[in-house]
């Protein structure tokens, strides 16, 4: 199966195809609509085969589809329908999300984009969870401060502390086994902050790939809200099947210790009063 990503940021849209080495790309910005990306990937798309299309947004995704205008496009991209402007199956992943993907080697990774925005990924063994921290608030927001818009506005060199001042608190609040800082501005900081590395811009391409790859290592999951409906309600029910023992076993296991007898049938309470 061959697959074409396509990675959609603020001031470009890139994409690769299987098989090929080199990608391409067409400028992005605060005018671009979905019918026009699909109209420019098309067009300079022309003389690669595909079967499958996958899309990085830059903004948050459910069930497989754009929940909120992007930051710094144009509009009209949520309830936009992908598969039928391409005519294939298209999955569409946060762009985060994705080129976190494409740098997983294990455990807990932390990806931090540093593009037009700041974007973010937590992959928890394997399980991959999109974020949206660039818009937590320092004063204004992080993105303010490590975006585009914060190095234009501060300059380099304050916008280098910035960077470290932000990533040393996601750090400390996420606890990571690996830190990954890419997008494209990253090739702007002197040093790395402590405990990263930089990620390569072809990882996005890389995660693209392996969103429709099976059985293949590291294996990644979607999050639960990455997943289409079908799918997403099955891993519910399992998921909160085994919850439920969870808590049953833990409740039990308290009870016993402080010496109260308890039903193990939550619609039975215990006879005996609580302890004054």
């Not at 910005?29 to 899309?55: C, F, H, L, N």
Request: proline share 8%.
């Amino acid at each position: 199966m061959k697959v074409l990503v396509v990675d959609i940021g603020g001031t470009k849209i890139k994409i690769l195809a299987s098989g090929r080495r080199q990608p391409r790309k067409f400028p992005s910005g605060p005018m671009m609509t979905p019918e026009k990306m699909v109209s420019g990937v098309i067009r300079i798309a022309q003389d690669w085969d595909y079967d499958v299309v996958s899309i990085g947004y830059p903004g948050p995704v459910l069930h497989g589809s754009p929940v909120s205008e992007p930051h710094n496009l144009g509009i009209g991209w949520v309830g936009f329908d992908f598969r039928r402007a391409f005519h294939r199956p298209v999955k569409v992943i946060n762009d985060a999300a994705m080129q976190a993907m494409g740098s997983y080697k294990g455990q807990k990774l932390l990806f931090l984009g540093l593009g037009t925005g700041l974007g973010s990924t937590l992959i928890i063994d394997g399980i991959v969870v999109p974020l949206e921290l660039g818009h937590l608030p320092k004063d204004a927001t992080y993105e303010d401060y490590v975006g585009v818009r914060g190095l234009k506005k501060f300059g380099v060199k304050k916008w280098r502390l910035y960077v470290a001042d932000i990533v040393a608190r996601l750090i400390a609040a996420l606890q990571p086994d690996d830190v990954v800082l890419g997008g494209g501005n990253v090739k702007k900081l002197k040093t790395l902050p402590p405990g990263c590395r930089a990620g390569a811009n072809p990882n996005a391409f890389l995660g693209g790939f392996r969103l429709w790859e099976n059985g293949r290592r590291p294996k990644l999951h979607l999050s639960e809200s990455s997943l289409p409906n079908s799918n997403r309600k099955r891993q519910g029910q399992k998921r909160e099947k085994s919850q439920r023992i969870a808590r049953t076993t833990k409740r039990d296991s308290i009870m016993e210790r402080v010496g109260i007898p308890w039903s193990r049938d939550p619609q039975i309470p215990s006879s005996r009063p609580l302890p004054r």
